[in-house]
């Protein structure tokens, strides 16, 4: 079993680029999860998919964030006009549904100059 | 909102000594409780979980112990190898929010 596979592993932007972040959720894993790890906040949360279906983006930040999963077998976390704030590592993890473990991939570390 | 404390934010320690984090949370529901490990350069690694009180969990030589009436679930070691040198995330998932709530972590180093 692969895990979950997350590219690209490094990406640099300039300000004002748009990023795209992608994620291959672990087979037969049908809800897929999306944080946001920086030294000061740590780990958040911002958005679940269960069943390819968005189920919450409580944490998703309002604007120039997005996140979508056409299949399930990959999901997609785009940021558009990239801004230095937006610097952080963003993990991707998948489960099973209803609490199950949540299994993370190795993240996707995104500096915007 | 649900939130996770980690009183140590690190701990340095010998080979062989006894490890213990303190992790206490705050939850409207009755949420599950989880610890993860995070190497450098890797994302965090499901270490263990409880979902019920007085339920321990355990493994690699780690445990905690689900403690409803304190809110708290600490994790312990009897005896560090360098190769626990990591941080140490304990997290809760409430039943009606599915995303987990993470504590700040806890750095760990230990010394042959």
């Known amino acids: 079993n692969a895990g979950v596979i997350q590219t690209p592993r490094h990406k640099v932007t300039g300000k004002g680029q748009e990023a795209t972040l992608w994620c291959e959720p672990i087979?037969?894993?049908?809800?897929v999860f999306w944080y946001r790890q920086t030294i000061v906040q740590g780990l958040e949360f911002l958005t679940y998919f269960r069943n390819q279906a968005p189920i919450d983006d409580s944490g998703m930040p309002k604007e120039r964030f997005s996140a979508q999963m056409p299949n399930q077998s990959h999901s997609t976390l785009k940021i558009q006009s990239t801004q230095p704030q937006d610097s952080a590592v963003y993990l991707c993890?998948?489960?099973?549904?209803?609490?199950?473990?949540?299994?993370f991939g190795p993240g996707t570390r995104l500096l915007v100059l | 909102g649900d939130s996770v404390t980690q009183t140590e934010g690190q701990v340095a320690l010998s080979e062989e000594d006894f490890l213990t984090i303190h992790c206490n949370y705050s939850a409207s529901g009755y949420p599950a409780l989880f610890w993860y490990v995070q190497y450098p350069g890797e994302g965090p690694q499901f270490l263990f979980r409880a979902s019920r009180d007085k339920e321990k969990g355990s493994s690699r030589g780690f445990e905690a112990t689900y403690n409803k009436e304190a809110t708290s679930f600490h994790l312990q070691k009897a005896s560090v190898q360098e190769s626990d040198s990591a941080v140490y995330y304990c997290a809760l998932s409430d039943p009606w929010a599915q995303g987990l709530t993470f504590g700040l972590g806890t750095r760990v180093s230990v010394f042959p």
């Open positions: 087979s037969g894993h049908s809800a």
């Open positions: 993890a998948s489960s099973f549904p209803w609490g199950s473990t949540q299994y």
